[in-house]
């Protein structure tokens, strides 16, 4: 019986009990803790190769849904991991690219320069900003750099002797800088300043300087600057040697016919002057012909006669109208007045060409002579003329004679308005230095009806400056 009914319950099927005291009542097996670093990797191996399986193979029922999904993102995937392993190698090799470039350069701006030594009187060096008593130093010891030319070299140095100065100078001009020649020459202006202003009292050791023709062209035209400033007797001399000598550099020979319009003249150079001013280069035949006055004879002032006539370049005429009205010549008055008769007033603008040579025609003319202020006055009282010939030609009229210049400036005085304020201050200027003091009722009566007050302002300050030079004093 016990047997019958042990086996008729061993083919009966026992459901589970998963009521809750049933739960409680089972006893709870601990699970063996993993170790943390090793729970994601098995985990994530797995699942990856079980949605590769599902999705590739389609073992899975869900495999023909997911399938082109999966074949997206695996493939995105492997995308992004080609563009990162590419972008990293990119990198890594631009890295090994720079680095022997940045040691190159490192080694370079770590390399010494030897540099260049300034000689002294001795031929030994000296230091360039410091004199030797403040290196502590032998002359032989100093160093100096050839880049130091590009900072130390561009200021004058009053520690230093003045030759000292002129051999940094030197060594500065004999530096060739990055920058060209007009770099160069705003570099040293300071240093080139000084050397000038502390020039005089030493011509001996400028001439000695200059005795060597292979030094630097700007050294040279430099030197040439300090001799004229020192006034010495040689000065003027060797300034015409250098400005005549066609085997001089051509820069030089011009600083030198430039320099020529500031000395004073000691001995006049006719035969030197007909080679400036038939030059073939026009700035040395402009520069002879404005020291021309002092040193023309008769066959130099027909030369200068046929350049103010002739002349194509506007400021070579110029320098021909200033030599003929500066010169002695008896005729100037009739040249002058031929060159005005064959300028008709061609424009109002005061700043052609034209009207620049004839406002310096008018500018020497020779308001004593009847013929000189007439015609100043016909240019004065003319509309048509440009208002800068006009201005030039009223204050001329102020040096003729004062019966007839007084009533005529008095009377443009009163006739020009308001917006004609560059005549009206001429005509102002002009009755001013004509009348002195006795000018002021009638310029005061007219600057009173002006409306604009910095107009009325402005011409103000100009007839008390003009009143502040003039010591005359005329009936009105």
Same mark, same amino acid.
């Given at each position: ?43 994530? /191996? ?15 029922? %869900?495999?023909?849904? &997911? ?7 695996? &493939? ?77 070299? /561009? ?59 292979? /030094? ?23 300034? &015409? ?53 002092? %040193? ?22 110029? /320098? ?43 500018? %020497? ?92 302002? %402005? ?18």
């Amino acid at each position: 019986m016990r047997d019958c009914l042990r086996r008729s319950l061993g083919r009966v099927r026992v459901p589970a009990d998963r009521s809750e005291e049933s739960q409680r009542k089972r006893p709870c097996i601990p699970k063996p803790e993993a170790a943390p670093q090793n729970v994601l990797a098995p985990i994530d /191996a797995m699942w990856y190769r079980s949605l590769a399986i599902m999705l590739l193979r389609g073992k899975s029922d %869900h495999a023909p849904r &997911w399938r082109g999904a999966g074949h997206a993102i695996l &493939w995105g995937f492997t995308c992004l991991v080609l563009v990162t392993l590419t972008v990293l190698l990119g990198i890594q090799v631009a890295d090994l690219s720079r680095k022997p470039a940045d040691e190159k350069r490192r080694a370079c701006s770590t390399s010494v320069v030897k540099p260049l030594p300034i000689p002294d009187a001795h031929g030994s060096a000296r230091a360039a900003s410091r004199p030797a008593a403040e290196t502590g130093a032998p002359d032989d010891k100093l160093p100096t750099s050839a880049a130091a030319s590009d900072d130390e070299t /561009a200021a004058y140095d009053p520690a230093l002797a003045y030759r000292q100065n002129l051999l940094r100078f030197k060594a500065a001009t004999e530096h060739r800088s990055t920058g060209g020649h007009r770099a160069r020459v705003d570099r040293l202006r300071d240093l080139v300043t000084g050397l000038v202003q502390n020039a005089p009292g030493r011509a001996d050791l400028i001439l000695n300087a200059l005795a060597n023709p292979q /030094a630097d062209p700007y050294y040279r035209t430099v030197l040439l600057t300090c001799l004229a400033e020192t006034r010495c007797a040689e000065a003027e001399e060797r300034v &015409w040697a250098a400005a005549v000598d066609e085997r001089e550099d051509l820069g030089v020979r011009r600083r030198a016919a430039a320099l020529l319009t500031h000395l004073e003249t000691t001995t006049p150079r006719p035969h030197r002057l007909l080679k400036l001013i038939t030059s073939d280069d026009p700035d040395i035949r402009v520069f002879g012909l404005l020291a021309a006055p002092d %040193h023309m004879n008769e066959e130099g002032y027909r030369v200068v006669k046929r350049r103010v006539l002739n002349a194509t370049d506007i400021n070579e005429s110029i /320098a021909a109208t200033v030599a003929v009205g500066k010169s002695l010549f008896p005729d100037k008055g009739t040249v002058l007045l031929h060159i005005l008769k064959s300028m008709p007033a061609e424009s109002k603008e005061s700043y052609t060409d034209s009207a620049i040579l004839k406002r310096t025609v008018v500018s %020497h003319l020779d308001a004593g002579s009847t013929d000189g202020y007439y015609a100043a006055r016909k240019i004065a009282a003319d509309p048509s003329e440009a208002a800068g010939v006009r201005g030039r030609a009223i204050l001329k009229c102020a040096e003729g004679p004062p019966e007839d210049a007084l009533p005529f400036i008095r009377e443009l005085v009163t006739e020009f308005g308001d917006e004609d304020v560059f005549l009206l201050q001429s005509a102002i200027q002009a009755l001013a230095r004509l009348a002195g003091a006795a000018a002021q009722p009638v310029i005061r009566s007219r600057l009173a009806k002006i409306d604009n007050g910095e107009i009325r302002k %402005h011409l103000e300050n100009v007839l008390e400056h003009t009143l502040s030079k003039q010591g005359k004093e005329k009936p009105l």
